[in-house]
């Protein structure tokens, strides 16, 4: 088995014992229990029938209460082994069910963990087609690894045990042998054919993904009339998983008719055995029934083990992928002894800052400035100056590759992210809202805030009589990514969930620069409100958006190349005038081609 493969079942052993529950271990040991005596009466059963039917035969000499105490007993038994095998199951379902949560949960907050580098990467629907197949894949693990493939090996011990002791070796033997050449024959196919569930498992999720992006970017694909394209994509996938399917269930029939074949080729051997013993003499009609009752008691887990054991190995094929997402090591850590950021006025500020996504390619170059607390610092130029990199390092998406950046005189690397993030507020340019209602998007800013709190932040982001007009009010679903919505009701959700928020510092992040004039304007002015009094870095490409700020900071390649107030630099002729006269220029030209209003009537 791979070494990837015994880390996954490793990773779930913890779970068959879990330390921090008392009630789960109990359970875990009445399961156990609860096997031993199904299993006890599985293997009595036989021995009861041969009992019954030996006091049936024409020559036996007992009273007739006899076979029918015989009868119950063996009756009995096989409720018994029945009903305890259920017991088991009902007990150990809330172990396997609490288990498949804790990893998937544990699983879901890694994700949350891991830096936005892996999930600028990553696909969400392959993705999240693994996370769904590793929780099902780990269901059947922790049920059938311990209560079917090793319970299965001690019977047939037993059963081995048995006919030993009662008749001779070579009945153990035949069935040993048997149940060997099973197990070896079932082991050696399924690894051959492994690959192809794995090919099969790798097509579904590049077919999956492929679906999921296209039905993302729906409008996109109507735009350029390329929904030809993109089923000539998912189908080109598609054959691809279809090849693989059908040579895994043409393998799987391959491995069927083998375990049948051996299976039939031991059961003849031991019956011929038994009818030559009965025939001599040495064993009665009872032994013959015993021995085909044992066989037949056999077949069925013999053949059950072979599909546990092919469950078992595509299961771990299944998990692999989620277990490989559980090792992604986390690019930002908080450090050993970070601490809370303390309450503070809200100063930042960039220490000779240097960084790059890439070593080969800086983005920023010894880049230092300072928002005092209360203050709008401004910072504008041309896209891919390194605006945009400025909140997300902030926000400590990424660290710094040198130099600091400090809250409140704190380096944000020693304080924990949860303390700096809870201190933070942003609007970006492309505000991205849940596919639930108003009131849930509203409330993701403080989700334990009232609705007097909730409604009064709409108010200030002036979205609050927009709101109580639609139908459903608060209660008004907005969609996939909040598609239902324009470009600026989105916005002022925003604005309102950053309110409710009540962070001690706020980033604009373009926040206006995907609307037109009027909605811009409506839209600065709610900014505007917001931020009074707030520390505020306002990263922005419409120079117009800024003319307000106490400091204006020019951001090219890198650097900074000129900063201060609006009337400052534009009085020094330099770049910032320059950007403000084309801008301006390309504004005075948008409003001439408006149409004249119609005189009125």
């Not at 994700?111 to 600028?120: D, P």
């Not at 894949?137 to 001690?154: A, D, K, R």
């Not at 639609?470 to 002022?492: M, N």
């Given at each position: 088995?791979?070494?990837?493969?015994?880390?996954?079942?490793?990773?779930?052993?913890?779970?068959?014992?879990?330390?921090?529950?008392?009630?789960?271990?109990a359970r875990v040991a009445a399961s156990l229990a609860c096997l031993l005596v199904a299993k006890l009466a599985t293997v009595a059963v036989p021995l009861y029938y041969k009992r019954a039917v030996d006091a049936l035969s024409p020559h036996a000499s007992v009273l007739i209460v006899a076979p029918i105490a015989l009868i119950l007993?063996?009756?009995?038994?096989?409720?018994?082994?029945?009903?305890?095998?259920?017991?088991?199951?009902?007990?150990?379902?809330?172990?396997?069910?609490?288990?498949?949560?804790?990893?998937?949960?544990?699983?879901?907050?890694?994700?949350?963990?891991?830096?936005?580098?892996?999930?600028?990467?990553?696909?969400?629907?392959?993705?999240?087609?693994?996370?769904?197949?590793?929780?099902?894949?780990?269901?059947?693990?922790?049920?059938f690894m311990l209560f079917n493939v090793l319970p299965t090996l001690v019977e047939l011990a037993l059963v081995s045990a048995v006919l030993w002791k009662l008749y001779s070796f070579a009945f153990a033997a035949v069935t040993l042998v048997t149940i060997l050449f099973y197990i070896g024959f079932t082991v050696t196919v399924t690894e051959w054919r492994t690959k192809f569930r794995r090919e099969m498992n790798e097509r579904d999720t590049e077919a999956n993904a492929k679906a999921i992006d296209s039905l993302l970017n729906y409008e996109t694909v109507k735009y350029f009339n390329n929904e030809e394209h993109e089923a000539r994509r998912f189908d080109s996938a598609l054959a691809l998983y279809e090849r693989a399917a059908v040579r895994s269930q043409t393998s799987l029939s391959a491995l069927n008719i083998g375990q049948g074949a051996v299976i039939a080729v031991g059961l003849?051997?031991?019956?011929?055995?038994?009818?030559?013993?009965?025939?001599?003499?040495?064993?009665?009609?009872?032994?013959?029934?015993?021995?085909?009752?044992?066989?037949?008691?056999?077949?069925?887990?013999?053949?059950?083990?072979?599909?546990?054991?092919?469950?078992?190995r595509q299961s771990l094929a299944d998990i692999e992928q989620m277990m490989r997402l559980l090792r992604v090591e986390r690019?930002?850590?908080?450090?050993?002894?970070?601490?809370?950021?303390?309450?503070?006025?809200?100063?930042?500020?960039?220490?000779?800052?240097?960084?790059?996504?890439?070593?080969?390619?800086?983005?920023?170059?010894?880049?230092?400035?300072?928002?005092?607390?209360?203050?709008?610092?401004?910072?504008?130029?041309?896209?891919?100056?390194?605006?945009?990199?400025?909140?997300?390092?902030?926000?400590?998406?990424?660290?710094?590759?040198?130099?600091?950046?400090?809250?409140?005189?704190?380096?944000?690397?020693?304080?924990?992210?949860?303390?700096?993030?809870?201190?933070?507020?942003?609007?970006?340019?492309?505000?991205?809202?849940f596919n639930d209602t108003i009131r849930y998007n509203i409330l993701y800013g403080r989700p334990g805030a009232s609705q007097a709190e909730m409604e009064e932040a709409a108010r200030l982001a002036r979205i609050h009589d927009f709101v109580v007009s639609l139908p459903d009010g608060y209660a008004t679903r907005v969609g996939e990514r909040g598609l239902k919505l324009s470009g600026g009701e989105k916005q002022r959700v925003a604005i309102a969930r950053v309110i409710l928020k009540r962070p001690r510092i706020l980033i604009f992040d373009e926040a206006t620069s995907a609307l037109d004039s009027k909605t811009e304007k409506e839209i600065q002015a709610s900014l505007d409100s917001v931020s009074a009094g707030t520390t505020t870095l306002v990263i922005a490409h419409r120079l117009s958006t800024v003319v307000g700020a106490d400091q204006i900071l020019v951001l090219e390649a890198g650097r900074i190349v000129e900063r201060g107030a609006h009337a400052?630099?534009?009085?020094?002729?330099?770049?910032?005038?320059?950007?403000?006269?084309?801008?301006?220029?390309?504004?005075?030209?948008?409003?001439?081609?408006?149409p004249e209003p119609a005189p009125a009537q």
């Amino acid at each position: 088995m791979e070494s990837e493969q015994l880390r996954a079942i490793r990773g779930l052993l913890p779970h068959l014992w879990p330390r921090q529950s008392f009630e789960l271990r109990a359970r875990v040991a009445a399961s156990l229990a609860c096997l031993l005596v199904a299993k006890l009466a599985t293997v009595a059963v036989p021995l009861y029938y041969k009992r019954a039917v030996d006091a049936l035969s024409p020559h036996a000499s007992v009273l007739i209460v006899a076979p029918i105490a015989l009868i119950l007993a063996y009756s009995g038994l096989r409720v018994a082994g029945q009903a305890f095998g259920e017991l088991r199951d009902a007990l150990f379902a809330k172990v396997a069910q609490r288990a498949v949560r804790s990893i998937a949960l544990d699983t879901f907050r890694h994700l949350h963990s891991l830096a936005l580098r892996f999930h600028l990467d990553r696909q969400t629907g392959g993705m999240s087609r693994a996370i769904e197949r590793g929780t099902a894949g780990i269901t059947f693990l922790l049920s059938f690894m311990l209560f079917n493939v090793l319970p299965t090996l001690v019977e047939l011990a037993l059963v081995s045990a048995v006919l030993w002791k009662l008749y001779s070796f070579a009945f153990a033997a035949v069935t040993l042998v048997t149940i060997l050449f099973y197990i070896g024959f079932t082991v050696t196919v399924t690894e051959w054919r492994t690959k192809f569930r794995r090919e099969m498992n790798e097509r579904d999720t590049e077919a999956n993904a492929k679906a999921i992006d296209s039905l993302l970017n729906y409008e996109t694909v109507k735009y350029f009339n390329n929904e030809e394209h993109e089923a000539r994509r998912f189908d080109s996938a598609l054959a691809l998983y279809e090849r693989a399917a059908v040579r895994s269930q043409t393998s799987l029939s391959a491995l069927n008719i083998g375990q049948g074949a051996v299976i039939a080729v031991g059961l003849t051997a031991v019956m011929i055995m038994a009818g030559q013993g009965v025939a001599a003499g040495r064993m009665t009609v009872g032994d013959f029934v015993l021995v085909n009752s044992y066989l037949v008691q056999l077949y069925l887990p013999l053949n059950f083990l072979g599909f546990v054991y092919r469950q078992i190995r595509q299961s771990l094929a299944d998990i692999e992928q989620m277990m490989r997402l559980l090792r992604v090591e986390r690019e930002i850590e908080d450090a050993p002894g970070a601490i809370v950021l303390p309450p503070g006025p809200g100063a930042v500020e960039f220490d000779h800052v240097r960084f790059a996504y890439d070593p080969r390619r800086p983005i920023l170059e010894d880049l230092g400035f300072r928002v005092a607390p209360g203050r709008m610092v401004a910072v504008v130029g041309a896209s891919g100056a390194g605006k945009s990199t400025l909140s997300r390092l902030l926000y400590r998406f990424y660290d710094v590759t040198g130099g600091a950046i400090r809250v409140d005189g704190h380096d944000l690397r020693d304080l924990t992210q949860a303390s700096l993030r809870r201190a933070i507020g942003i609007v970006p340019q492309d505000t991205v809202l849940f596919n639930d209602t108003i009131r849930y998007n509203i409330l993701y800013g403080r989700p334990g805030a009232s609705q007097a709190e909730m409604e009064e932040a709409a108010r200030l982001a002036r979205i609050h009589d927009f709101v109580v007009s639609l139908p459903d009010g608060y209660a008004t679903r907005v969609g996939e990514r909040g598609l239902k919505l324009s470009g600026g009701e989105k916005q002022r959700v925003a604005i309102a969930r950053v309110i409710l928020k009540r962070p001690r510092i706020l980033i604009f992040d373009e926040a206006t620069s995907a609307l037109d004039s009027k909605t811009e304007k409506e839209i600065q002015a709610s900014l505007d409100s917001v931020s009074a009094g707030t520390t505020t870095l306002v990263i922005a490409h419409r120079l117009s958006t800024v003319v307000g700020a106490d400091q204006i900071l020019v951001l090219e390649a890198g650097r900074i190349v000129e900063r201060g107030a609006h009337a400052e630099l534009l009085a020094r002729e330099g770049i910032y005038a320059a950007m403000w006269r084309r801008q301006m220029e390309a504004r005075r030209g948008e409003e001439a081609q408006l149409p004249e209003p119609a005189p009125a009537q």
